[in-house]
């Protein structure tokens, strides 16, 4: 339960995991240590990073009623082919957020229509209005903190707006594609192209702040401490003159996975300096990788056990399709080779090439001729490379203190203009 209300002013934020959530502890750190209440709503693998932080978070769990027989009934229903126990905060979380959900989508659309729109997009067609509603009612918060997801995240940006409070949104990446769009007061956006990407789209400039990212914050703490990356290349047989790619995979296997494997085959066939490092994603099948180095042979070698930070920082070539690590290797100063299935840029959110800090693949002689082209950069040149782009996206270890400004300037009361 929560405490007797003080003084201090509430903030509520409300997040997924992954990055996102990544992105608000440090602020929610930041404001709670300058008296500010805070109160979180974790949302499905957020908790567990949030426990990690000190935080208690809220789950729709909280907000579970006896009557909600309709929500226990569907969020039964769909747990039992949803709930993954090793990611979530518990099955009976699962059962609330899928339940509620799924019961104010019933609620918007009807019965059918829900069933039709869960059936065609899943989890991305719930707008859990009324379950917000719930909190909102419930914790009283002066000012809402929260990220760029078209569900919950999104649902409380619209209750804050109905109940006339403040809310700060903060957008984590390039801001392409319109699900990026925050409807919020006020935006922090990691680095102005990304705000010109969201002004292109009709969003408001006057509402934004450039602010950084800081879930990236700890690539320039990196960057001023003493590098252990000397070190790893060393205990694993990497050379001097050795061309080290980490791989890093995404979960499963698909078009894009074989297009660059084909082209890593063909590479290694023609640069006897190119070695790689495999590294599965967390949410994958060992196996896959170890077919992948299969297939590569003795130049190929799989480490899952590095912390990425350290893998990112040793390697000399990021390889992969869209992942917040190709924007880490990026701000270290690292070449960056991208690649998907086609160049819809707005798909992928993450055009490396359009900013000059990698290469963009779809095809195979396109990658093979990128990776067999790529030459060793000098420590100078990396370094240099890395400034600019940190400088670019703000990294400096003060993101959260910038956005912690903007949710504090958001609670300040507008004042009208006098009449004549």
Not at 13 to 30: Q, W
Not at 136 to 159: G, K, M
Not at 319 to 334: D, M, P, Q, R, Y
Not at 356 to 382: A, I, N, P
């Amino acid at each position: 339960m929560l405490s007797h209300r003080t003084k201090s002013k509430r903030v509520l934020a409300v997040s997924y995991g992954g990055g996102h959530v990544l992105m608000l502890i440090p602020v929610l750190k930041y404001l709670e240590s300058h008296g500010y209440d805070i109160q979180v709503l974790g949302l499905t693998t957020a908790a567990a990073p949030l426990r990690n932080a000190g935080f208690s978070p809220l789950g729709f769990r909280d907000i579970l009623r006896p009557e909600d027989t309709r929500a226990i009934q569907h969020g039964t229903r769909l747990a039992e082919e949803m709930h993954q126990g090793n990611k979530v905060n518990s099955l009976e979380e699962s059962i609330a957020y899928l339940g509620l959900s799924y019961a104010d989508l019933e609620d918007q659309l009807g019965i059918e229509a829900a069933q039709q729109e869960f059936e065609r997009i899943g989890r991305q067609s719930f707008l859990p209005l009324n379950p917000l509603r719930r909190f909102f009612d419930w914790l009283q918060p002066d000012v809402l903190l929260t990220t760029n997801s078209p569900r919950a995240e999104l649902a409380s940006i619209r209750i804050a707006a109905e109940r006339g409070i403040p809310s700060v949104g903060v957008l984590d990446l390039f801001g392409l594609g319109s699900h990026n769009d925050i409807p919020a007061d006020y935006v922090c956006v990691p680095f102005q192209q990304a705000a010109d990407n969201l002004v292109n789209r009709g969003l408001q400039r006057s509402a934004m702040t450039v602010t950084g990212n800081p879930n990236f914050d700890w690539v320039y703490q990196s960057s001023i401490t003493e590098s252990n990356a000397p070190v790893w290349r060393q205990d694993h047989q990497i050379q001097t003159d050795d061309l080290l790619a980490l791989y890093a995979m995404k979960p499963g296997w698909d078009e894009v996975e074989e297009l660059i494997v084909c082209c890593l085959e063909r590479a290694l066939a023609l640069k006897p300096e190119l070695k790689v490092s495999i590294r599965p994603h967390p949410n994958s099948n060992r196996q896959v990788a170890e077919n992948v180095i299969r297939r590569l042979g003795a130049a190929a070698f799989l480490d899952d056990t590095t912390p990425l930070p350290l893998a990112t920082e040793a390697c000399d070539i990021l390889i992969t399709h869209k992942s917040t690590v190709a924007v880490e290797a990026a701000l270290f100063g690292k070449q960056v080779a991208l690649f998907n299935s086609n160049r819809d840029y707005s798909s992928y959110a993450i055009p490396l090439n359009l900013y000059d800090w990698g290469t963009f693949s779809t095809t195979v002689e396109e990658g093979t001729k990128v990776l067999t082209s790529l030459q060793k950069d000098s420590e100078e040149v990396r370094q240099q490379r890395g400034a600019k782009v940190r400088k670019a996206w703000n990294c400096d270890g003060l993101c959260h203190k910038r956005i912690a400004k903007v949710v504090i300037q958001a609670l300040v009361p507008k004042t009208k203009d006098k009449v004549a």
